[in-house]
């Protein structure tokens, strides 16, 4: 008994433990980058480089996926006011049937935005690959990340530790409680950013030869 009360307590500690640091990355990840994240796409400022994080282009339903078509809206109205003048579409391509870059592509193409502008990131595993990616292989030094407000501050908070001057517009998110299961996920997904950058230094899984833009 004198053990499983050890355990007990033990276990109540680590719960502890494990929570102040859930709630401490958040703070620290959100409140480091705030100031970075715009939503009117008037007063960011302009890059020569604009990245759009991946996602699937349907939800599991087979409906159209609302975080897919905003981000893609939001980087068509930043190239046509001006705002960016090329666009890396940074996702997943695990295999021939799941292509993010490309129907990232298709997308931008139909709301009229010019194929020797697109440029595709096949390698854009996770948040981190894709914008250290847009530095060591696209050679772009300041970015503007378009994404949904969530996901906005990781994506800065990974530019910041490699030394990307990055901004991040919000495309539009889907109201609540659609949003919750995400949400919760990008609260867990902070913390461990901050183990992937600080502790295992972690890189992105795909390097290779540099292209220019």
Do not use: C
Not at 35 to 55: A, M, R, Y
Not at 110 to 118: G, Q, R, T, Y
């Amino acid at each position: 008994m004198q053990v499983l009360g050890w355990l007990f307590k033990a276990a109540i500690r680590l719960t502890g433990v494990a929570f102040l640091f859930i709630l401490i990355s958040n703070v620290w990840v959100i409140r480091s980058t705030r100031n970075q994240v715009f939503e009117d796409i008037e007063s960011i400022p302009s890059n020569k480089v604009g990245l759009v994080l991946g996602t699937t282009h349907r939800l599991k339903s087979g409906q159209d996926n609302p975080y897919f078509t905003a981000r893609i809206r939001t980087a068509a109205m930043l190239y046509h006011k001006g705002k960016i003048r090329h666009i890396i579409l940074s996702g997943d391509n695990r295999t021939k049937y799941y292509n993010e870059p490309l129907k990232m592509k298709t997308a931008l193409l139909a709301l009229d935005v010019p194929e020797k502008d697109i440029t595709l990131d096949y390698a854009g595993l996770r948040t981190l690959d894709s914008v250290v990616r847009s530095k060591e292989i696209f050679g772009q030094d300041s970015v503007t990340i378009i994404t949904q407000r969530f996901h906005t501050y990781r994506a800065l908070f990974i530019s910041k530790f490699y030394a990307i001057h990055a901004v991040a517009i919000v495309a539009r998110d889907i109201s609540f409680p659609g949003s919750l299961p995400i949400t919760f996920r990008e609260i867990i997904a902070r913390p461990l950013a901050v183990i992937d950058l600080y502790i295992l230094k972690k890189t992105p899984h795909h390097l290779g030869k540099k292209e220019y833009l």
